[in-house]
């Protein structure tokens, strides 16, 4: 159902697309009249004769992807200020909302990481969800826009009634600028459909209580380009930069993906965070396990400096094919 008319009529839209204006009689539940919802035709008039109860779309249910992720913030290296950051505006509020109550202020209701590819964005919102016993809802905004064309509106409605029915929950947003980008006066149907969804997540960003159970992170690669109305407070009004790693930053992340490897005693991370400058945290990893490789290749026990320096080569020339 599409929209509820004065008169006992109703606008449908059947399987394939097509829109119908129909008529309901009066002994329907009026409450449960509401765009969205599934009803039954009569063949012949095609009067609405049954509402049916709310069922949640198969592939929101499977977003229960984690009861729990297994991510701390011990496996996150070089972003210490981050993490202080999102323990404050996330877990705290989850935690402890009766701090706030008692200073009189509300938390922010959704926070925005912001930073090129594979720095940490996900691995934050996981271990947040870690340390607050939080299942773990992941959203890549990109994916339903295209996927549910038509729909996302409906999608984001009911991610968020899942997220109420399971809390405690962390709902993470990624590639939150395909949906939230500045909006145009001239506007294409497609881009149209995008706008909806927009509208819908912010519809509820502004009925969520932001010391409840759930926790709302969006995550980008191009915070330039997002709309005003998402990032006004009382939405996502608390932004947390997530850069390429110091080269501090790197030794740690070399340090923690090393944790579990026999490597040789030899081998300098001084010297390898040096030579990795602009590398993120995904290439990092990237560089341990390609170093893991060649060790197995020469068939040794261990990994050496060489092999290292090999998988940071080897790094350099994938980036050059993106």
């Not at 070089?78 to 402890?96: A, D, F, M, S, W």
């Not at 938390?107 to 934050?124: F, Q, R």
């Amino acid at each position: 159902m599409t929209e509820v008319f004065d008169d006992n009529q109703v606008g449908i839209q059947g399987n394939v697309g097509h829109e119908f204006l129909v008529t309901y009689p009066k002994s329907i539940n009026t409450e449960h009249l509401e765009p969205g919802a599934r009803v039954a035709l009569n063949q012949n008039n095609l009067t609405v004769v049954n509402v049916f109860p709310k069922k949640k779309d198969k592939n929101i249910t499977a977003m229960e992807i984690d009861e729990r992720p297994d991510i701390t913030y011990d496996d996150i290296g070089g972003l210490k200020y981050q993490i202080v950051e999102i323990r404050e505006t996330v877990e705290l509020p989850i935690k402890h909302p009766e701090i706030f109550e008692e200073i009189g202020i509300d938390p922010p209701k959704g926070i925005l990481l912001y930073g090129p590819p594979g720095t940490g964005k996900t691995l934050l919102a996981k271990a947040v969800a870690n340390e607050t016993n939080a299942r773990f809802i992941k959203l890549v905004a990109s994916e339903f826009v295209n996927k549910y064309l038509g729909e996302g509106s409906r999608y984001v409605r009911e991610v968020f009634e899942l997220a109420r029915e399971k809390t405690p929950a962390i709902i993470f947003i990624d590639e939150i600028d395909a949906i939230g980008t500045k909006r145009m006066g001239d506007t294409s149907g497609a881009d149209r459909e995008v706008q909806r969804t927009l509208m819908q997540l912010l519809a509820e960003l502004d009925g969520f209580d932001s010391r409840g159970d759930v926790g709302i992170i969006g995550a980008t690669n191009r915070p330039d380009i997002l709309d005003d109305a998402l990032l006004r407070p009382g939405r996502f009004d608390r932004a947390i930069e997530v850069p390429t790693p110091s080269k501090k930053g790197r030794k740690h992340i070399l340090e923690i993906h090393t944790k579990r490897m026999k490597i040789d005693d030899d081998i300098d991370f001084d010297k390898i965070s040096e030579i990795t400058e602009g590398f993120s945290g995904a290439d990092l990893k990237a560089a341990c396990t390609e170093a893991g490789m060649f060790a197995i290749r020469s068939a040794r026990k261990k990994v050496i400096t060489k092999d290292f320096l090999d998988a940071i080569d080897k790094i350099i020339e994938s980036s050059k094919l993106k």
